[in-house]
């Protein structure tokens, strides 16, 4: 098993294009699992995590409701916004500046087999990064991501996560708000939940964060809880 990591910045890149980056990655990887059931000395398959922050866009998961926007897409663009429909887990989530985006390209056969664990793996490297900026992330029942003050009027959404995943390899991922524009989710349902609210990182404090502080804190619980190491 390799837990070894490799890490990549991806720095300001348009969604479709890394979309297509990921691919590419998600893809090879298949095709080294796929080569390595017939192989003598099987390879070792490598494991990604991209970090990219996108220009504004709105993406629909494969079962997601296209009400969910809630205007045209000539709006979007009046907005500097692109739309996709994508093949991702779960409904309409928006991605923007000041938005960490993380996308673990891993063959979970490396660590462990379970879709549920992994998703939850996400969410904890999330509360654990909140708790080290003095918030209190929660889980909601029946809700992928993390959220503030689960269970309250005041429930509100501060991380997304959304993945797809083949023979145990996965793409997409997460999307945690740190000084993103909040008013471009009031263009839509953000993933498809009606009563509940979004937030930023940057809202809750009060103040500007910089996004490689967080990043660091979320690559170190990414690290510990997958007890992984850089490539």
Same mark, same amino acid.
């Given at each position: 098993?390799?837990?070894?990591?490799?890490?990549?910045?991806?720095?300001?890149? #348009?969604?479709?294009?890394?979309?297509?980056?990921?691919?590419?990655?998600?893809? #090879?990887?298949?095709?080294?699992?796929?080569?390595?059931?017939?192989?003598?000395?099987?390879?070792?398959?490598?494991?990604?995590?991209?970090?990219?922050?996108?220009?504004?866009?709105?993406?629909?998961?494969?079962?997601? #409701?296209?009400?969910?926007?809630?205007?045209?897409?000539?709006?979007?663009?009046?907005?500097?916004?692109?739309?996709?429909?994508?093949?991702?887990?779960? #409904?309409?989530?928006?991605?923007?500046?000041?938005?960490?985006?993380?996308?673990?390209?891993?063959?979970?056969?490396?660590?462990?087999?379970?879709?549920?664990?992994?998703?939850?793996?996400?969410?904890?490297?999330?509360?654990?990064?909140?708790?080290?900026?003095?918030?209190?992330?929660?889980?909601?029942?029946?809700?992928?991501?993390?959220?503030?003050?689960?269970?309250?009027?005041?429930?509100?959404?501060?991380?997304?996560?959304?993945?797809?995943?083949?023979?145990?390899?996965?793409?997409?991922?997460?999307?945690?708000?740190?000084?993103?524009?909040?008013?471009?989710?009031?263009?839509?349902?953000?993933?498809?939940?009606?009563?509940?609210?979004?937030?930023?990182?940057?809202?809750?404090?009060?103040?500007?964060?910089?996004?490689?502080?967080?990043?660091?804190?979320?690559?170190?619980?990414?690290?510990?809880?997958?007890?992984?190491?850089?490539?």
């Amino acid at each position: 098993m390799n837990k070894t990591v490799d890490i990549r910045e991806l720095g300001f890149r #348009d969604y479709k294009e890394t979309w297509e980056y990921q691919e590419r990655l998600f893809s #090879d990887l298949l095709q080294l699992k796929s080569s390595n059931r017939k192989a003598d000395q099987p390879q070792p398959t490598p494991n990604y995590l991209l970090f990219v922050e996108h220009p504004h866009v709105y993406t629909l998961g494969k079962s997601g #409701d296209r009400n969910n926007l809630l205007v045209p897409e000539t709006v979007l663009a009046e907005r500097g916004a692109t739309f996709y429909h994508i093949n991702r887990g779960g #409904d309409i989530t928006y991605h923007g500046p000041g938005q960490i985006v993380g996308y673990p390209i891993l063959d979970l056969e490396n660590f462990f087999t379970d879709i549920h664990k992994y998703l939850r793996f996400l969410e904890e490297m999330v509360i654990l990064t909140l708790a080290d900026f003095g918030l209190k992330g929660e889980r909601s029942p029946g809700e992928t991501g993390v959220w503030l003050d689960v269970g309250t009027p005041q429930a509100r959404k501060i991380c997304a996560m959304g993945v797809r995943a083949s023979r145990w390899v996965t793409m997409h991922g997460f999307a945690l708000n740190v000084n993103t524009d909040l008013s471009y989710f009031d263009l839509m349902v953000p993933c498809g939940i009606r009563d509940k609210g979004v937030t930023s990182l940057s809202a809750e404090l009060g103040r500007h964060t910089p996004l490689q502080e967080v990043k660091t804190r979320l690559l170190h619980h990414f690290m510990t809880l997958f007890e992984a190491r850089p490539a």
